[in-house]
């Protein structure tokens, strides 16, 4: 079976550091990737992991642990805009990279 | 790049009708494309794998016949709902990959079904 987990909720003041974190227990593992969804839109692709890592993109950072099934997005210099929810997904390793998604975290940050 | 539409974005029809949701790539081929339902405050999740060119592959507990899926080109696949219930009312939303050496998805913007 699949799980993955995420905190529910995460709120956090503008300007501050916010750390996700993701746990998974998966039959197979072919990559970890963190969305950002905003309240009635689509996923927009944040991240990337298949090694065990820091992988850096401006503000937005992902790190991976394979061994210990982890993962975390950390978002630095928090804006009003990045209010959203953040979803961990995980890719199989069918021959269609199929993703199961984690429930999402909301973050909510103030002002 | 690697962007991906759905229409309609919104729709209302009654219970025991049917509606058509469809998902373009717009610029790019996408010979595997996604559909996934959202409920409100819950995650993804994955309803059926379309192929262009072959059957759709349903997961779990997905009734098939309910949900007709066709992938007739590679920029293209449509997600049929027959015979609409209310409790199928959901946010549906479809995703692509460019190609075999990118691994993420990029999804459309989302249909947002409601079956009074």
């Known amino acids: 079976g699949q799980n993955i987990d995420q905190p529910t909720e995460m709120t956090a003041t503008e300007g501050a550091i916010v750390q996700i974190n993701c746990t998974y227990q998966?039959?197979?593992?072919?990559?970890l990737f963190w969305y950002q969804q905003h309240a009635g839109e689509a996923p927009t692709f944040l991240s990337y992991n298949v090694l065990d890592g820091l992988e850096e993109k401006g503000r937005f950072s992902s790190f991976l642990s394979r061994s210990k099934g982890y993962s975390y997005l950390l978002l630095k210099e928090l804006q009003m805009k990045d209010s959203a929810s953040y979803l961990c997904?995980?890719?199989?390793?069918?021959?269609?990279?199929?993703?199961?998604f984690g429930a999402g975290t909301q973050v909510v940050v103030t002002p | 790049g690697a962007v991906v539409s759905q229409h309609p974005s919104r729709v209302i029809c009654k219970s025991g009708t049917s509606v058509k949701i469809e998902c373009r790539s717009l610029?790019?081929?996408?010979?595997?494309m996604f559909w996934y339902r959202q409920f409100p405050k819950q995650s993804l999740m994955l309803m059926a794998t379309?192929?262009?060119?072959?059957?759709?592959?349903?997961e779990q507990g997905v009734e098939k016949d309910k949900f007709l899926i066709n992938h007739a080109s590679l920029t293209l696949s449509t997600l049929t709902v027959t015979s609409a219930h209310p409790e199928d009312s959901s946010f549906y939303i479809c995703?692509?990959?460019?190609?075999?050496?990118?691994?993420?998805?990029?999804f459309g913007p989302g249909t947002r079904l409601t079956v009074t």
């Open positions: 997904a995980v890719r199989a390793t069918d021959s269609w990279g199929k993703f199961q």
């Open positions: 379309s192929n262009e060119g072959s059957k759709a592959t349903y």
């Open positions: 610029d790019f081929q996408a010979t595997t």
């Open positions: 995703s692509a990959r460019v190609n075999e050496d990118r691994a993420e998805q990029y």
């Open positions: 998966t039959s197979g593992f072919n990559g």
